[in-house]
């Protein structure tokens, strides 16, 4: 099974800009799909950005044009860089993946990060 850690949330001001990261551990054999999604208190997990193995990309409309999901293919991590942060991205972020084990379909998903972002 693979593993998710999730890095670099943190307190930032409106404007700024975060890295985020996420780090899998564990054995696969394919990636088909990687995503960040993020929560606030009371409302459904949502979508933020996605990435397939083929390089298409997928980002809500809410943070197109200011945040990018990325991929070290070398080392696997996957990166969202968030810049123009507002208040309304304070939420707890999620990396997931959708990969292939042992012929098997599976999803992982990190435990989280928080961003807060203030006005």
């Known amino acids: 099974q693979v593993q998710l850690v999730e890095s670099g949330g943190g307190v930032v001001q409106a404007g700024e800009s975060l890295r985020l990261s996420c780090v899998p551990s564990g054995s696969y054999s394919v990636i088909n799909v990687i995503s960040w999604h993020r929560q606030t208190p009371g409302k459904q997990r949502e979508l933020v950005a996605s990435a397939t193995t083929s390089g298409s990309t997928t980002y809500a409309d809410s943070v197109k044009g200011r945040f990018i999901i990325s991929r070290d293919t070398a080392k696997n991590i996957v990166y969202l860089q968030m810049t123009s942060l507002k208040p309304e991205d304070t939420a707890i972020y999620y990396c997931?993946?959708?990969?292939?084990?042992?012929?098997?379909?599976?999803?992982?998903w990190g435990q989280g990060t928080q961003v807060t972002v203030s006005s």
């Open positions: 997931y993946f959708d990969y292939i084990r042992l012929g098997k379909p599976l999803v992982a």
